[in-house]
């Protein structure tokens, strides 16, 4: 449907113009907020730096759950760093998504009301602290590795957020591997915290590449306007490619008995994610899917009082300026 909506639309925008936009895409140029663009290509950026947005501020909510927890003081400040950066990253993106003409009330209205969503990985409980470091080496994993081609993204507000935040990324995730390491080097309960903590998130972190190139409805135009640099599938295969020498270097093993190394392909064979769960999750029955828009409706009604006290300063201030004049 929403391929079909894009497509309509460029079929009724200046055919010259349209030629002249992929020309400049073509070329390797930037575009800014007020060159003229495609309402799809637009529309598509709203959608997707939208819904990464929302994922960075979702984000911190199973690892805030564990700052007051954490085994040392050390590991705590590194929390809090970490979970402070991912507030950082999602105002980054909602000022790149402002540019193209949509508030951050907007954008929050269409996260609650169920038109946008976060990244599905962020419905999946985080139960001890070896699953603290599992989010690290893999979530954090698996958005590095989905981040760092979009600093070449074609829309330069999107592109120079990304700069940042991947710096700050490649931080999460060697310090989500340090931790999971110390568990798997620890005692024989810790090392299997560590595993167990594998076993769950493996294939929740290969889910949020997006589904199979065959099913991605919105890849193929995205590619082509260089909104995306790699498919779904691409970056999944890359990921499982470095996932796998870690957790041998770590100890502990793949849950998947379909890994192998294919000599031919010169990449690991590995068996695709239950799509069926992915859809689910999507849909809104993950198993923390309730508690997260609960904790984000709860924050958007709390802050009302604040919101509405900065729109009344705004126009007093602007009032008192006219009458200056």
């Known amino acids: 449907m929403y391929a079909q909506m894009v497509k309509s639309e460029a079929t009724q925008e200046d055919p010259e113009k349209l030629a002249a936009f992929q020309a400049r895409i073509d070329a390797g140029e930037k575009i800014e907020p007020k060159d003229w663009m495609p309402e799809g290509y637009r529309k598509t950026l709203i959608r997707q730096i939208g819904q990464h947005a929302h994922s960075e501020i979702v984000g911190q909510l199973p690892e805030g759950n564990w700052i007051t927890r954490a085994p040392t003081l050390e590991r705590k400040a590194i929390l809090l760093a970490k979970v402070q950066d991912e507030a950082g990253h999602g105002l980054y993106l909602y000022c790149a998504a402002e540019t193209l003409g949509v508030s951050r009330d907007e954008l929050t209205e269409m996260l609650l009301d169920g038109r946008m969503k976060y990244s599905s990985i962020f419905n999946y409980p985080t139960l001890n602290w070896a699953d603290m470091g599992a989010v690290g080496w893999l979530v954090d994993g698996a958005a590095i590795m989905n981040q760092v081609p979009l600093q070449r993204t074609s829309f330069g507000p999107y592109s120079r957020a990304m700069i940042r935040v ?4 490649s931080f999460h995730q060697r310090q ?36 199979s190139d065959k099913d991605s409805v919105h890849s193929e135009q995205s590619m082509r306007w260089k909104i995306k640099m790699n498919t779904n599938d691409e970056l999944r295969q890359k990921f499982v490619d470095q996932t796998v020498p870690q957790a041998e270097f770590l100890g502990l093993t793949i849950p998947d008995p379909k890994l192998k190394w294919n000599e031919e392909r010169g990449h690991y064979d590995f068996s695709e994610p239950d799509w069926n769960e992915f859809h689910d999750v999507i849909r809104g029955n993950g198993p923390c899917n309730t508690d997260r828009l609960a904790a984000r409706n709860k924050a958007w009604e709390d802050g009302r009082w604040v919101r509405d006290a900065m729109l009344a300063h705004a126009r007093k201030k602007a009032a008192r300026k006219i009458a200056a004049e």
């Open 166 to 169: 991947c710096k700050e990324e």
């Open 176 to 211: 989500g591997y340090d931790a999971i390491r110390k568990m798997a080097e620890g005692t024989p309960a810790q090392k299997k915290m560590a595993q167990d903590a594998l076993n769950r998130m493996l294939y929740p972190s290969l889910m949020m590449f997006g589904p």
